[in-house]
């Protein structure tokens, strides 16, 4: 049996039920499994690995809840630059039906490695193309070569625009397609044991891209499992509209329709949600992927998250798409859900006026137990005795936090994002003194600009 300690953290925050932090904190861990946490000098002594944590801040791994990994291919695009969500889609839509199922391997390695730099252990994942052969199984043998936790959702597009979607037909798929592939990808990939490293998500993209019928049949299908429901939800206006046209209701009347309510569902963004949709989300458990870079980046707006906090709704972070975020930094999104939060208490106080300002704490937890809820996962997120052995570590001793140790924990928050020192997931490396220790990180760059490059200039 492999034993970890780690000793000597100027402080560790716990994330448990009291939110506990420990100044001069200690973790012990066996096979993978956090077995005592406490002062350093309460603690075991002797261990398989020892890592002294002096002037670090340790904390839970973070949790990404939303993203699309294919998309860190497709960076500052100039015609998408400057564009809202529905033409900057329509921009990357041809662009990204070259993809090949080693683009999808090769993004996977580099959106993984980006988030684990930020600080992230558990990442799901949105791929909902496949052209030329691409399947979720090329994303999910790349996340296992990088050592990080990876939800992979089971995406999909099935109403192109002759029948009234967004997408172009070359993009969608057979419904019956789609149906059957998702089944094979649970029965083969998705472990539903504590600690578990893969599992499965049904995921059609979004109303506007997706029949009723397949919303309807992919819920069927995600309960027959036992596995969650993920979509995207009321992230713009355009959204809105296209939902009231096309079915006359709002987003969550659509979705609730549909089957699409219940502690298993989560939705990405879930921007333009009035207050009281807000308390039926509550009532039922609906959780809340909340993306605030890619939100702004794309002038989708403001979510309600203290609305939401206040009424219980879960709520996680999510960085999104690498191209409509252009980075996939997970403790700097923690920062700009504390940032956008303190704006839209000032500019939309009628959508989100509940409680005192968004603090750096609460976004922190947002990143780290709220993302575990949302996911449905109750072994990580917080670091108690038996849970996962998933964290993290700061130096503090650097300029981005001089002068700002009065508060460590406030600091990671409130001061300029920083890459992370350490980060292990179930006990193992993946980043160590800075350095990914799973990949080639050089190597890794270079042959993702050469698909880059192939996807958006035919290089």
């Known amino acids: 049996m492999a034993t970890l300690l780690i000793k000597n953290a100027t402080v560790l925050v716990t994330m448990d039920e009291d939110r506990t932090e420990i100044h001069d904190g200690a973790l012990f861990a066996r096979d993978g499994w956090v077995e005592q946490v406490g002062p350093t000098d309460t603690l075991p002594k002797e261990a398989d690995e020892i890592l002294d944590l002096t002037d670090h801040l340790v904390l839970p791994g973070l949790i990404n809840t939303h993203h699309h990994f294919y998309q860190t291919l497709t960076r500052a695009v100039p015609a998408a630059q400057d564009a809202d969500l529905f033409h900057w889609l329509k921009t990357h839509y041809p662009i990204w039906a070259g993809l090949l199922p080693e683009d999808i391997q090769i993004s996977t390695k580099l959106a993984l490695a980006e988030l684990a730099l930020s600080g992230c252990t558990t990442a799901s994942d949105h791929l909902y ?50 149906l059957e592939d998702t089944r094979r990808v649970i029965e ?95 009532n039922t458990g609906i959780g809340v992927a909340h993306c605030p870079s890619s939100n702004m980046r794309l002038a989708s707006g403001i979510a309600p998250i203290r609305r939401y906090l206040a009424a219980g709704v879960k709520v996680g972070l999510g960085v999104d798409g690498s191209a409509s975020n252009d980075g996939s930094h997970l403790l700097a999104e923690a920062r700009q859900a504390m940032l956008i939060s303190r704006v839209g208490a000032v500019t939309a106080p009628e959508l989100d006026g509940q409680g005192g300002l968004l603090t750096a704490r609460q976004a922190l937890e947002m990143a780290t137990r709220g993302g575990a809820a949302v996911l449905g996962r109750e072994d990580i997120g917080s670091l ?47 980043v160590v003194e800075g350095r990914l220790v799973t990949s080639d990180l050089a190597g890794l760059i270079e042959a993702h600009n050469q698909s880059a490059d192939r996807l958006v200039n035919g290089g």
């Not at 002068?403 to 292990?424: E, I």
């Open 384 to 430: 108690e005795p038996g849970k996962c052995a998933d964290f993290i570590a700061i130096d503090l001793n650097r300029v981005e936090f001089a002068g700002g140790l009065h508060d460590p924990v406030a600091s990671v928050v409130f001061c300029a994002s920083v890459p992370v020192d350490f980060n292990y997931v179930h006990g193992n490396p993946v």
């Open 129 to 178: 193309i496949f052209p030329n052969g691409c399947r979720l199984d090329d994303e999910i043998d790349a996340a296992r070569e990088l050592g990080v936790r990876l939800h992979a959702s089971r995406g999909s597009m099935s109403l192109g625009e002759s029948q009234g979607g967004l997408p172009p037909d070359s993009v969608v798929e057979n419904e019956a397609d789609i």
């Open 188 to 282: 083969t990939y998705h472990d539903p044991q504590p600690g578990a490293m893969t599992q499965i998500v049904v995921a059609p993209c979004s109303p506007f891209s997706v029949t009723p019928d397949l919303m309807r049949q992919s819920a069927a299908l995600a309960r027959s499992y036992d596995v969650p429901l993920h979509t995207h939800l009321a992230e713009t206006l355009d959204e809105e509209t296209f939902c009231l046209e096309q079915f006359g209701h709002r987003p969550l009347a659509y979705a609730e329709e549909l089957d699409w309510s219940g502690e298993d569902v989560w939705f990405a963004h879930a921007v333009h949600i009035n207050p009281e949709e807000v308390g039926r989300m509550a």
